[in-house]
Structures are given as structure tokens and as C-alpha cells.
């Protein structure tokens, strides 16, 4: 077990090998204080007291796809599907701007038929009207082929969204099903693809899995470091129980674990890389009342108020109990106002919020 000297000579010197990342992922008590101390200092003197709002649209829950940990996968008969009509996505694009949140995000389960890809490129259009091109848009929509992340790029798409969901291949495979959908090498071809194009590139993965250990975890943060990703979105696995992973839930560790481990990992993140954007996710939350709050403090910059109109929520249930499913929109931007300046925080309004490592690989 490290002592509370290992971690100050460990973040000092910057020495993020595997091996002292996997032993950072493993402390506990006043060495975990002092990790979680420096990474909130690390925040508040080098990457800044800003927090960036992007407003979240779950704009439809059909999804081609069957991983085996999601709510929404196709498989799961239950589910109700719905796909948002253009105005109700203008409208909730039309709420992001008048809040000033200057950003949001549109997110899907992932088809790649043609028709879901000409709407997404209407959507993309008609929100360009409506806010004046003023609102930055952020896609998550899973895997596509170069053409079309390039023409949702030329219509104003600026970033994307593709967790690599667990950077180590074997764990990958343990997660989707080999069925020819679900590749470890695709998804890795469309990062470098969406990087190509020029998209601040996100990716991600959660915490907390079946089958996962602190190694596992540990190479996800070198993952995205040698990517050189610029934004970030993690967050403790929840098991849901229309899913097939559901039945080794007796292997993930308890809600109070899975819950400190991901604040771990945005903090270590935080220190390895001090200029991209971490999002404080909605899973956070979900498993810990205050989480959001928490993993702000310790590194995160981004919160993403749910913009999806109240009555479609319950339907994308990616795992159980997900929270702000019955509060309105202006609810719970009032409530994460107020829960950022409890953290001794500001809030960004107004800005874009790009990652100031997006800004710096495009001058290099
Ligand atoms: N379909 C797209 C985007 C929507 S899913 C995609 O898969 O990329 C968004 C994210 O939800 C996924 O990347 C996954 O990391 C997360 N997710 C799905 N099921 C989850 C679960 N049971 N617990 C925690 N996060 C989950
Ligand atoms: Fe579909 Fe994304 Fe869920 Fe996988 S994680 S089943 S791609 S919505």
C-alpha cells in the first residue's frame, strides 16, 4: 500500500507507469486523501475553476447494437423505443442556447442506415438555423463510416463522443458479443478516424465491470493518454437487469467501491492530463448522491443537464436507476448551478468550452 509520501513522490515526479498507476488506483485512507487533495489543488492552479455546461439530448433509443452491458441493447424486448421528432430537438437545442450553455450533446444508440444518418444531418442543419451556428454540437453515436462522420462534420458537428468502453482487448470482448457488430479494431479505426477529420475526440469507459481489475483500469488511463484524447466520459458501470452481464454481478465490486474507484480515476486523470475535459457523468450520480460534486472537486470540468423531454427518459434506461428521469430541464440546470458553486466553482456560460488540448494539437 502506498503512503502518503509515495503519492507526493509519485506526483511529483510524474511517474505514471502501469505500475504506480495501478498502485494509485489502490490506496485507501489519508494516502487516497492526499491523491485527492493534490488532483484538487492540480485543478484549481492549472487547469482552472471553469465548469462547461452541455445540454444532453437522448435522441432516440433504437440501437443496432447488443452490448451486453446496456439497457437499451437490442435485444432487451422491453424497451419502449422512441426517436425524438426534429422540433422537439430544435426546441431543446433552442433551451441550451437561451441558457447559455453554448453546447450540446446528441446522443443515440447507434444505426448507420441511411435514413437515420440523413436526419441526424437535418438535425444538424436545422439547429444551425435555430441558434444562429452559436450552439457547438457534440455527437454520440456510436460507430459510423469515415463518409458520414465527414459530412456531420461539414454540417457543424464539432465533437465526438466514442467510449472505447474498456481500452484492454480481452475485457472488450468479454463486454459485446462476436458477432462481427462488435469490434475492438473498429472502434479503435473510428477514434483515429474521428481525429482525423478534426472532432475534438472523446472516449471513455466504465468502472466498476465484471472481469475488471485495477491493471484493467490502469491501462485505460495510458489508453488515453497515447491517443491523446481531448475529452474524457467515465463513470461506474450499474448493473441493469434486462442485460446479460447482469448475472456475474456478484464479481463487481459494491456501489460505495465502484464509486471511490471512479473518482480515482478522474482525479489520476486530472494530474496526467491537466488541459483536456472530463465530464462529471450522470452515472456518477446515479450510483451516489453528490458524485457529480465530488468528481468536479477532484477534476472534472464538464456537466451535462439532461434536455431530453421529461416523457421519453424512462425509455433510455442504459442501466437501472438513473436519476433526474422525472425533473424538468430547469430543474436540474438550477440544481448543478448550485451544486458547482458549492464546489467553490464557476460556471462557464457563454463559452464553447473547447478542450485547450484540442486547441493546442491544432496548432502543433
Ligand atoms: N450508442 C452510443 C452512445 C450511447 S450509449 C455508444 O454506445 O457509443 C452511451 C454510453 O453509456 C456507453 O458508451 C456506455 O459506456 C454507457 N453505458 C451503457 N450501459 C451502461 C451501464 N450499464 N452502466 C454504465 N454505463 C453504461
Ligand atoms: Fe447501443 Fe450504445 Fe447501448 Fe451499445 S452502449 S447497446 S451501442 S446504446
Redesign the pocket.
Given at each position: 500500500m502506498l503512503t502518503v509520501h509515495d503519492v507526493r513522490e509519485i506526483l511529483l515526479n510524474r511517474d505514471y507507469s502501469h505500475s504506480t498507476l495501478t498502485a494509485l488506483l489502490e490506496t485507501n485512507g489519508e494516502a487516497l486523501q492526499t491523491l485527492f487533495d493534490e488532483a484538487e489543488a492540480y485543478r484549481r492552479n492549472v487547469s482552472g475553476t471553469r465548469v462547461y455546461f452541455r445540454g444532453l439530448v437522448e435522441l432516440s433509443n433504437i440501437?443496432a447494437?447488443d452490448?451486453f452491458?446496456?439497457?437499451v441493447r437490442c435485444s432487451n424486448r422491453s424497451v419502449q423505443r422512441y426517436t425524438l421528432s426534429l422540433e422537439e430537438v430544435v426546441e431543446a437545442a433552442r433551451f441550451a442556447h437561451r441558457n447559455g450553455f453554448a453546447s450540446m450533446v446528441l446522443?443515440?444508440?447507434?444505426r448507420a442506415d441511411k435514413r437515420f444518418v440523413d436526419m441526424v444531418a437535418e438535425l444538424l442543419q436545422a439547429i444551425h438555423i435555430a441558434t444562429r451556428g452559436e450552439l457547438h454540437i457534440t455527437l454520440?453515436?456510436?460507430e459510423q463510416s469515415r463518409e458520414t462522420f465527414q459530412r456531420w462534420y461539414d454540417l457543424g458537428a464539432h465533437r465526438y463522443?466514442?467510449?472505447i468502453?474498456a481500452s484492454v482487448p480481452d475485457l472488450y470482448l468479454r463486454l459485446h458479443p462476436e458477432d462481427g457488430k462488435h469490434r475492438y479494431e473498429h472502434r479503435i479505426e473510428s477514434l483515429h478516424l474521428l481525429k482525423d477529420i478534426g472532432y475534438q475526440t472523446g472516449t471513455?469507459?466504465?468502472i466498476g465491470l465484471p472481469f475488471q481489475d485495477t491493471a484493467h483500469l490502469a491501462s485505460d488511463l495510458l489508453f488515453f493518454r497515447e491517443l491523446d484524447i481531448d475529452m474524457v466520459g467515465m463513470?461506474?458501470?450499474?448493473?441493469?437487469d434486462q442485460?446479460p452481464?447482469f448475472q456475474y454481478r456478484h464479481l463487481i465490486p459494491s456501489t460505495e467501491e465502484r464509486f471511490w474507484l471512479s473518482m480515482k480515476m478522474v482525479a489520476i486523470l486530472r494530474l496526467m492530463m491537466p488541459d483536456i475535459n472530463i465530464a462529471a457523468t450522470t452515472?456518477m450520480q446515479a450510483i451516489r448522491e453528490g458524485g457529480r460534486e465530488f468528481a468536479l472537486k477532484v477534476g472534472a470540468n464538464v456537466v451535462m443537464p439532461n434536455l431530453t423531454p421529461t416523457r421519453y427518459r424512462e425509455n433510455y434506461l442504459?442501466?437501472k436507476d438513473k436519476p433526474g428521469t422525472a425533473q424538468d430541464a430547469e430543474d436540474t440546470t438550477e440544481n448543478l448551478t448550485r451544486m458547482i458553486h458549492a464546489a467553490r466553482l464557476e460556471v462557464a456560460l457563454g463559452e464553447w468550452g473547447d478542450s485547450t488540448h484540442y486547441q493546442k494539437r491544432l496548432i502543433q
Open positions: 440501437c447494437k452490448c452491458y446496456c439497457g446522443q443515440s444508440g447507434e454520440s453515436m456510436g463522443l466514442l467510449r468502453e471513455g469507459v466504465m463513470g461506474p458501470y450499474i448493473e441493469h442485460t452481464l452515472a442504459l442501466y
